[in-house]
């Protein structure tokens, strides 16, 4: 009898269950990596971000927050309900502020999120830019916004999308490259050029 080669560290990764995970899997399952996503019922780890994320993240948090209305607060990496197979974690939301119902909070429901911003990943381009604005689309999310990194300077670029309320998809309402200045779903107007970024 040959015995089995043991190893002083092991991980069981857990058996998905045949019709998938659903959102309250995400929020039960034991020891799940920070940041994990549910996406048509598969988890989704989140891969170690790169300093443009961060600071994208921390530069679009910080503008929105300066004039913000009281009716809405900005969150950054919550998760947010679209439907039983759905949760992911948009970078930055725009959500109704009587949503916010105290700090043990861990999830948004769609309904309660007016925008959703993803700053795209080289790991996550295709969910970012395909997948995940369909699916905020279809759950009604009325503004989504995609941020990425261009150009041989490397600076960021902002695409403003409004939601087709007909056809339940995006519209795309503006480009912005070093200033991004909309008046949806309230008026913003952020320095977003790679020296505010380099600022941070």
């Keep these: 009898m040959t015995a089995e080669p043991t190893t002083a560290h092991s991980s069981r990764w857990p058996v998905p269950p045949q019709d998938g995970y659903t959102v309250e899997d995400l929020f039960t399952l034991p020891d799940l990596p920070p940041h994990t996503e549910l996406i048509d019922g598969s988890l989704v780890f989140v891969s170690p971000q790169r300093d443009f994320h961060s600071t994208m993240i921390d530069l679009l948090v910080t503008g929105l927050r300066s004039t913000a209305p009281p009716e809405v607060k900005i969150r950054r990496e919550m998760t947010v309900v679209l439907d039983r197979r759905n949760g992911p974690e948009p970078d930055v939301s725009v959500v109704r502020t009587e949503a ?56 960021p670029v902002v695409r403003v999308y409004e939601l087709d309320p007909v056809t339940k998809a995006y519209a795309l309402t503006g480009i912005h490259h070093d200033r991004l200045k909309t008046g949806v779903p309230f008026p913003v107007d952020i320095d977003i050029s790679a020296d505010a970024l380099k600022e941070l």
């Design 100 to 155: 916010v119902t105290g700090p043990d909070v861990t999830r948004y429901q769609a309904a309660d999120v007016l925008l959703a911003v993803e700053v795209v990943s080289p790991d996550s381009e295709a969910r970012d830019r395909e997948a995940k604005p369909h699916k905020y689309a279809t759950a009604g999310i009325p503004h989504f916004w995609l941020v990425e990194m261009t150009g041989t300077d490397q600076h």
